[in-house]
């Protein structure tokens, strides 16, 4: 079974292939130009019954699915948030494989539950969050957000995790958010039994952040009304157009009414290690829970978010549920296992430990402030473009815009101008963006954050989104 003969040679194949690929990804379309169901198609059935020589298998994997690979490593992934992943991560995900520990009991890896409370630690201090306050490291924001709003319900005192919800007479639950606030909140709500109609729009200003006097006033009428509010969710860099909330007055509303404030920062949290940038954690302090994504602009692959709590007893009384077979006599130590619905949990601190020493913080500042100068820089260019316009305020490394040629002012023909534009640009290969829509506009959104965009990459989309425009 040990297939240990080969493994130097096949694994120095898989190393210079990585090399090769990290060198350079430019050589990729990337978006791939597969048709639904055809990679699939040319892949067998069934598992061979006996083993096949690894060569084989690399060999399928760059003839089959790389050329089906939608390149978010490539210079030119504009789209959603652009993300990489760089070496010291990789060798440490390979590592952490290797060693296949589940960080769920202390014990269960001591080491890995260790450096994980250190690691945390570090990036708390770099992103100016309170030194009381606790990092837990899971997988995505919105298992985070999840269990964020999980922990406030448990906070609410009505017993729901001895009683449930359901035969008993409960309040109608409140969470209030804004139409900017990123879809997993309202998941989050589905699985906790609040009901996605209970997260609250609260309205926002003209910059799409959340009105702080409105948000008093949608939770008073509810509460006048006999309702109960769970959380409220702020977010420091949104989805659409990276706006971001006033955290700090609305911790004062939540502060007034009692109201657990979770604060939403998967992917503008990191900027905050940037010392002009640490106004994003303005009012954080205030809050009880915080979610930050390394996986997005921090070089670190997937997964790994951050949710960094003011007291992290709230998610453990939501949470934990030790069988007998589970119980040790190790004392004060933390299961991570408390702290989730996860059991098994994986080694992520690893590699963001190699990332955050391998890399250093002067390299990942410069790394932040190049991709918000960068997203500046596109923005002027757009804005100085005859027939074009930038559609929203653009903070941080993200930019909303859209063509819009002379004369035409109807919103639909706008949007069907855009969208096509957008197959079109998506179409060459060169590059990737996305769309959103603001205050019912369609409009394109240029995302910068992978750790080898250079000035010379976002030139060549703006060369390509005017080439195609005017196509
Ligand atoms: N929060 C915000 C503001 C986001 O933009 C996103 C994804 O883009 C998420 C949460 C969800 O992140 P994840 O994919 O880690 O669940």
């Known amino acids: 079974m040990e297939q240990l003969e080969t493994f130097e040679d096949d694994f120095a194949r898989v190393a210079r292939w990585i090399e090769a690929y990290l060198k350079h990804p430019e050589r990729y379309r990337v978006l791939p130009a597969a048709r639904p169901g055809e990679i699939a198609a040319r892949l067998p059935d069934a598992p061979p019954e006996q083993g096949e020589p690894f060569e084989a298998i690399m060999r399928d994997f760059e003839d089959v699915i790389v050329p089906g690979i939608t390149h978010w490593n490539h210079p030119r992934f504009f789209a959603y948030f652009a993300t990489s992943s760089v070496p010291a991560a990789i060798a440490a995900e390979a590592l952490a494989a290797t060693l296949d520990v589940k960080v769920m009991l202390w014990r269960t890896s001591p080491a890995a539950a260790e450096l994980e409370s250190v690691v945390m630690r570090w990036l708390g201090r770099l992103l100016g969050v309170p030194e009381s306050w606790t990092g837990i490291i899971y997988d995505t924001a919105s298992i985070a957000g999840f269990t964020a709003l999980a922990a406030a319900r448990e906070s609410l005192g009505l017993a729901i995790r001895e009683e ?39 309205p926002c ?45 609305i911790a004062e509303v939540a502060r007034e009414r009692g109201v657990w404030l979770h604060v939403d920062a998967a992917y503008a949290g990191v900027a905050a290690m940037l010392p002009e940038q640490r106004g994003l954690m303005d009012g954080v302090d205030a809050a009880d829970s915080l979610v930050v994504n390394p996986h997005k602009w921090l070089f670190i692959p997937m997964d790994c978010s951050v949710l960094f709590l003011r007291d992290e007893a709230t998610v453990r009384r939501a949470f934990s549920l030790v069988p007998e077979y589970l119980t040790t ?87 069907r101008i855009n969208a096509a534009l957008l197959e079109r640009v998506n179409a060459t290969g060169e590059m990737f963006v996305s769309h959103t829509k603001i205050d019912g506009r369609y409009v394109l959104r240029l995302a910068i954050g992978n750790a080898r965009t250079t000035e010379a990459d976002v030139a060549a989309a703006w060369q390509i989104l005017r080439r195609e425009a005017r196509g």
């Open 329 to 415: 006599t190790d004392g004060d130590v933390r299961n991570y296992m408390d702290y989730g619905l996860q059991l098994g949990r994986r080694f992520r601190a690893l590699k963001l430990w190699f990332v955050l020493r391998h890399l250093g913080v002067e390299q990942m500042r410069d790394r932040l402030r190049e991709h918000i100068a960068l997203a500046q820089r596109f923005a002027r260019w757009v804005g100085a473009e005859d027939g074009w316009e930038i559609c929203a305020p653009h903070p941080l490394s993200v930019v909303c815009f859209r063509l819009r040629p002379h004369g035409i002012d109807d919103e639909s023909e706008l949007e």
């Open 164 to 202: 449930g919800m359901t035969g008993r007479a409960l309040p109608v639950l409140r969470v209030y958010a804004t139409e900017h606030t990123h879809s997993h909140i309202e998941k989050a709500a589905i699985a906790l039994g609040i009901g996605h109609r209970n997260v609250v729009k609260v």
């Open 205 to 249: 200003d003209a910059q799409y952040r959340m009105d702080p006097a409105a948000l008093a006033r949608a939770i008073d009428e509810d509460v006048a009304a006999g309702m109960r509010p769970l959380a409220i969710v702020a977010t420091v860099g949104t989805t659409s157009t990276t706006a971001v909330d006033p955290v700090a007055r």
